[in-house]
């Protein structure tokens, strides 16, 4: 689920992310290099965080559709990782479209 960094010719355009918080499921435009934190404040919700550096897992949600990068991870186990989660400030989709559930 989580790709290293697309090679150029293999760059897909991130068109959709939908993203569950609060009972409340939006699906936006994305807007080319905001991380999934970022595009869901940008679509009128209040997602939890807290450093914004990737250590401290407050923004962690579960990736249930389509991919992202991690640029930092000090927060998450491999485990947990291997689930599905991602810290959502940290997080850059390289899928056509993601989801992400903040549980």
Known sequence: MHDPAPAV??????EA???????RSITVAYNDGETVLQ???MAGLQPPSSCEIGSCGTCMARLTEGCVQMLNND??????V???WILTC?????S????????
């Open 9 to 14: 010719a293999d760059s897909v355009v991130t």
């Open 17 to 23: 992310v939908t993203i569950e918080l609060n009972r």
């Open 39 to 41: 595009t869901a404040r």
């Open 75 to 80: 927060a998450l186990e491999a485990d947990e």
């Open 82 to 84: 291997a689930e599905g």
């Open 90 to 94: 940290q997080s850059l989709p390289t």
């Open 96 to 103: 056509r479209t993601i989801r992400v559930i903040y549980e």
